[in-house]
Nanobody, 126 residues
Framework: QVQPVESGGGLVQAGGSLRLSCAAS????????MGWFRQAPGKEREFVAA????????NYADSVKGRFTISRDNAKNTVTLQMNSLKPEDTAVYYC???????????????????WGQGTQVTVSS
């Protein structure tokens, strides 16, 4: 299994929190960079956060720094995106993606990712 599967989306009020999870095969999880992207209605897909295959490198979009945290859980073969202090502008479909290139730095460009989940909806009300 290479295609990741997202879960944890939902509807929350501004200021609330959600925790998204991305599940993949053990080999996929331990070997490759995993990223989170989002796409809001009428907008292009946007980078959110990523963690390298080693777990030693993370990257965050400026819009989510200090609010979102990406992490790997080797025991569960999952990547988690903890989203705190949510804002209405965070509303989007969130996608988990796999970058097959084993680079040290977590990739931020959507075009560099090879496999994508089906997405999970996050809606933040005012």
């Amino acid at each position: 299994q290479v295609q990741p599967v997202e879960s944890g989306g939902g509807l929350v009020q501004a200021g609330g929190s959600l925790r998204l999870s991305c599940a993949a095969s053990r080999r996929t999880f331990i070997s490759y960079t995993m990223g989170w992207f989002r796409q809001a209605p009428g907008k292009e897909r946007e980078f959110v956060a990523a963690v390298s295959w080693s777990g030693g490198s993370t990257n965050y979009a400026d819009s989510v720094k200090g609010r979102f945290t990406i992490s790997r859980d080797n025991a569960k073969n999952t990547v988690t995106l903890q989203m705190n202090s949510l804002k209405p502008e965070d509303t989007a479909v969130y996608y988990c993606a796999v970058d097959l290139k084993r680079t040290v730095v977590a990739e931020t460009m959507a075009g560099e990712y090879d496999y994508w989940g089906q997405g999970t909806q996050v809606t933040v009300s005012s």
